[in-house]
């Protein structure tokens, strides 16, 4: 009995969970995660009575533009919100695409 016992503990012991993931790659988040920005930039200055909705309307449009589900994008948001170090990562590249942006428009005009 105590072997079966122990036995089981030890199975129990090596199983480890499964490790969450995101749906989609930081490949995919990057630009998703881009256009979000600027999005809320975009938003910033509007009353505040409306810009909840305006965001979840800038939301909607940036899955459908990016071919992603809403509910997978917001799951692997809140996701990476307990992901210091990807989040740090993926918004390493999202400000380093963003600076690129900013200086070729300075540079055009």
Do not use: W
């Not at 089981?8 to 090596?14: D, E, K, N």
């Not at 975009?42 to 305006?54: E, K, T, Y």
């Amino acid at each position: 009995m105590i072997r079966l016992l122990c036995l089981v503990f030890l199975l129990l012991g090596s199983c480890s969970p499964p490790t969450p993931t995101t749906y989609y790659s930081e490949d995919q988040l990057v630009p998703i995660f881009i256009d979000i920005h600027i999005a809320k930039a975009a938003i910033q200055n509007a009353p505040p009575a409306i810009r909840d909705s305006l965001y979840a309307g800038y939301f909607r449009q940036l899955c459908t533009i990016h071919h992603v589900n809403e509910d997978s994008l917001q799951h692997d948001m809140d996701f990476l919100t307990k992901e210091p170090d990807r989040m740090d990562r993926l918004y390493a590249q999202v400000v380093d695409s963003l600076e690129v942006r900013m200086n070729d428009t300075r540079t055009a005009d």
